[in-house]
């Protein structure tokens, strides 16, 4: 197959309704993306993976859902009112503003080819600033969080009272984050509102290595469960100079897009920054008292940082495919794994007479119990099947004349294309352990 552009995504994610524009009857707002009807389904199912793998799974990690507004204290205590800026350059020429350390300064002008014509680099705090309540000074504001971390680490405390987690363990969280990103191309890669799924593992610091080696492997297993296909996963360890302020050791696991190699998700062992930071700005005790070796200590945090709708940018893209057909014809389909594929079964009726719909449509209802469904009695079966399988539906059931006489129906695989007749009682015992036993074809 030749190499998808991100041009192809973001065309099929518009024409079939998983990604559009924000406000787009108003020509659009620049880096703003809404989820449609099958990308909101999408992103539901990759966050509900995620967090049966990080929460439900797990005896030692527990969920949280913060805030967006916090109090302004939390951002300077974290060190981003300080730190988070990206150095910017302005072309003098064409006025197209660049992120200093992501182009080659002494080059032309990526988009008009002036030579020469950056600005020094400046700094911005990529922070978004607004106020809480009617008067707008100094004294009232409030900034929309640039991570949800933070919220984890005020609530550490209040979590180890309430839930009786002892260390090592983790907390949890998925939400919406800010940041006035400047340079915005790439669809949903980078987005100045995105999602976040994070969790923060708190440890003894004797114990940071080995924890922080543990979930480096977890979260790249993590991926491979989710069906992403292995050659285009890879490490990138952060050197010395590449480390944040807050980061002792730190790992991005890095996906092959199409428009290059580019994080997918950050793993930092933060030491004990953020909670002695957070006990020195509060002057609340934020240590930890170990009630068996009565060992008191401020534990250190390894983080794993995951974009959720980076994720659904990577699944669209890893699960794309144009294949070529015994017949000639391309055949463009979506290989998600069934459990994040926004539809998982189609049912149709082969023609829309003699009681077939009704059957169908009575069988679709049943089906609902078990699966996200979806009826279709329009068009002829193979441009159903296509259309099913260039959203990604993994299983479809045809209702045809056989049917009627002896419950019987068709169910079509997505990948292979195989079809098998089986009795109607069989579809849902037979449709889950397809699910349990889904191997991607080709990987
Ligand atoms: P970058 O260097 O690409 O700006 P970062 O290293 O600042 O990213 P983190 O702060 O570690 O990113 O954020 C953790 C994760 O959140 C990232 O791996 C990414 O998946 C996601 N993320 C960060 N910024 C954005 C953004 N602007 N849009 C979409 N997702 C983002």
């Known amino acids: 197959m ?8 973001v065309s099929l994610c518009k024409r079939r309704g998983f990604v559009f524009q924000s406000s787009e009857i108003y020509g659009g707002l620049a880096s703003a993306w809404d989820y449609g009807p099958l990308g909101v389904e999408l992103k539901n199912n990759i966050q509900r993976f995620w967090w049966n793998e990080m929460v439900r799974s797990r005896r030692n990690i527990v969920g949280l859902d913060a805030a967006i507004l916090m109090h302004p204290r939390v951002w300077e205590a974290s060190g981003h009112v300080e730190n988070f ?19 080659d300064l002494t080059a032309a002008c990526p988009v008009c080819g002036t030579k020469d014509s950056f600005t020094e680099p400046r700094q911005f705090n990529l922070m978004f600033k607004t106020h809480l309540g009617p008067v707008e000074d100094e004294s009232n504001i409030v900034y929309l969080r640039p991570e949800t971390a933070q919220g984890i680490y005020v609530n550490y405390k209040n979590c180890v009272q309430t839930s009786r987690v002892k260390v090592p363990f983790g907390i949890a969280q998925v939400g919406k984050a800010f940041r006035n990103e400047i340079v915005t191309k790439n669809f949903i890669f980078r987005t100045c509102e995105f999602e976040q799924m994070e969790m923060q593992f708190f440890v ?8 922080f080696d543990y979930w480096k492997e977890t979260r790249m297993e993590y991926y491979k469960k989710l069906g992403i296909r292995p050659d285009k996963l890879r490490f990138h360890p952060h050197g010395p100079d590449e480390l944040a302020h807050y980061a002792k050791e730190a790992v991005d696991i890095e996906y092959e897009f199409p428009m290059g190699w580019r994080e997918l998700e950050g793993i930092h062992n933060r030491t004990d920054f953020d909670l002695s930071r957070h006990s020195e700005y509060s002057g609340k005790d934020l240590t930890y ?11 250190y945090i390894i983080e794993t940082s995951a974009g959720l709708t980076r994720s659904v940018l990577m699944v669209l893209s890893d699960a794309y495919e144009e294949e070529t057909l015994e017949n000639g014809e391309t055949r463009t389909v979506l290989r998600f794994h ?8 189609g049912v149709f009726p082969l023609v829309k007479k003699d009681g077939l719909s ?26 159903r099947y296509r259309r099913q399988d260039e959203i990604g539906t993994p299983y479809c059931i045809t209702v045809d004349y056989d049917t009627k006489e002896n419950d ?5 695989y997505r990948d292979s294309m195989e079809q098998v007749r089986i009795h109607k009682n069989e579809i849902v015992d037979t449709i889950k352990q397809a699910i349990k036993d889904y191997k991607r074809v080709g990987v």
Do not use: N
């Not at 069934?338 to 079964?345: N, S």
């Open 85 to 103: 800026h990206d150095p910017l350059v302005d072309c003098k020429q064409c006025k197209s503003r660049f992120r200093a350390d992501q182009i």
């Open 204 to 211: 003894k610091p004797s114990e940071d290595k080995k924890w």
């Open 408 to 412: 019987t129906v068709t169910l079509r």
């Open 338 to 345: 069934p459990l994040i594929a926004p539809v998982t079964v």
């Open 358 to 383: 009704e059957y169908a449509m009575e069988l679709e209802e049943e089906l609902r119990e078990h699966f996200s469904t979806f009826y279709d009695e329009s068009g002829a079966i193979g441009r």
């Open 2 to 9: 030749e190499k998808i552009t991100l041009d192809t995504i």
């Open 289 to 299: 008292l170990d009630d068996q070796t009565k060992e008191r200590f401020v534990p």
